[in-house]
């Protein structure tokens, strides 16, 4: 940890870091997989979901740099290489033989549920631990994430619920 004057105690800032260098390469696993959908993506309604998946990678983009500056706040390092995210993500591997809007969409929206819910964990587990503004740094991105996620999974047809 570097030195700094952040009047968090060492302990709690040291647990911080590290969860927040989970949710770094896990965010930029999740940029990375939504790009690869919004270059591969065909079918019906092509350019719309083309251009969501591009905002998407920019805000998830725009998560890994919170995530990777709350570090920096706290005295620690941030772990952003892709050599780093990619050992260290705890997303699912995207399938890259797929092209069809539907299997992309649910592909994302999956990848963003996991990434949402870990995020959610960890802001009441980080709460709880004694450091509040991380705690809500993290809920501010589960519920980003929740709006995004209902974006996306709203491009899927409506299923009936049973009766």
């Not at 570097?2 to 709690?12: A, E, G, Q």
Request: net charge negative; with cysteine; charged share 15%.
């Amino acid at each position: 940890m570097h030195t700094t004057h952040n009047t968090l105690n060492l302990t709690i800032r040291e647990t911080s870091v590290t969860a927040l260098n989970r949710h770094l390469a896990a965010a930029i696993d999740l940029q990375g997989q939504i790009k690869q959908a919004h270059w591969n993506v065909r079918g019906p309604g092509f350019i719309a979901i083309h251009e969501l998946f591009d905002r998407a990678a920019g805000l998830i983009g725009g998560v890994a740099d919170q995530i990777a500056e709350r570090c920096g706040a706290l005295g620690g390092t941030a772990a952003g290489t892709i050599q780093v995210a990619t050992a260290n993500s705890y997303l699912v591997r995207y399938p890259l033989a797929i092209a069809d809007t539907h299997k992309h969409v649910f592909a994302v929206s999956a990848a963003l549920a996991a990434f949402g819910q870990a995020v959610h964990d960890a802001a009441e587990e980080i709460g709880t631990g004694g450091d509040a503004d991380t705690a809500d740094m993290l809920t501010q991105i589960s519920r980003g994430v929740d709006g995004l996620l209902w974006l996306i999974e709203s491009h899927n047809a409506p299923v009936a619920p049973a009766e």
